[in-house]
């Protein structure tokens, strides 16, 4: 398994959504996105999911957390639905039907749940898992630790773990009712920490240094 397995979709969506979340995230929350979007691919090849929608788990993947960013950031929705209708309005601009469209905004606000049932909505199932992945190290034995590596080396960590702990924290102190405060809760920080991943990258930076 390798990146080049998963071509970025050439569609008008998925390439707003890359440059949307350039020019207003960091770079180590947009690498966080991209990582989150092979992860998911990759959990979707090896879980066998076949009928995928590959443009809408981009989009979504890419834009999952730009609710958290000062410009669209919503005084009483949760960064997660903030970042969905970011999602909606971006994919009526591409022209998406108004079903598809909704599609984005479930997918971005599932990817915060704490389990998504793939019967219910596959694609919410994978950004959940993948975005599980890359901030908490859940399964991280799954993927092929070649691949895994590739997609670090790729687009690399960085201050992620600082950048997404001060997100939440911030969500949860002034939106205590959302999912940032169960996550905040749940020790999302610690688990940033601790997130294997965190320790790959350290590997893969002292080697090449």
């Given at each position: ?83 969905g ?25 599932r ?50 773990a ?5 997100c ?23 688990k ?6 965190e ?11």
């Amino acid at each position: 398994m390798r990146i080049t397995d998963f071509p970025v979709p050439d569609t008008a969506a998925a390439h707003a959504a890359l440059e949307l979340a350039r020019e207003y995230q960091t770079p180590a929350i947009t690498a966080h996105a991209v990582r989150s979007w092979l992860f998911a691919e990759a959990f979707a090849r090896v879980g066998g999911f076949d009928a995928v929608d590959h443009e809408l788990l981009y989009v979504s993947a890419v834009l999952h957390d730009i609710g958290t960013v000062p410009a669209f950031d919503n005084h009483t929705l949760s960064y997660e639905d903030a970042g969905g209708h970011v999602a909606t309005a971006l994919t009526a601009g591409a022209g998406w039907p108004r079903e598809r469209r909704r599609r984005a905004l479930e997918v971005i606000v599932r990817h915060n749940w704490t389990a998504v049932d793939p019967r219910l909505d596959v694609e919410g199932h994978l950004l959940e898992i993948a975005t599980g992945l890359d901030i908490s190290g859940s399964r991280a034995d799954v993927l092929p630790a070649d691949f895994v590596r590739e997609v670090l080396g790729a687009h690399p960590r960085g201050e992620l773990a600082a950048e997404f702990g001060a997100c939440v924290a911030d969500q949860a102190s002034r939106k205590p009712e959302t999912a940032a405060r169960r996550l905040l809760d749940g020790g999302v920080l610690a688990k940033l920490a601790a997130n294997p991943l965190e320790g790959i990258a350290r590997s893969m930076a002292a080697q090449n240094s």
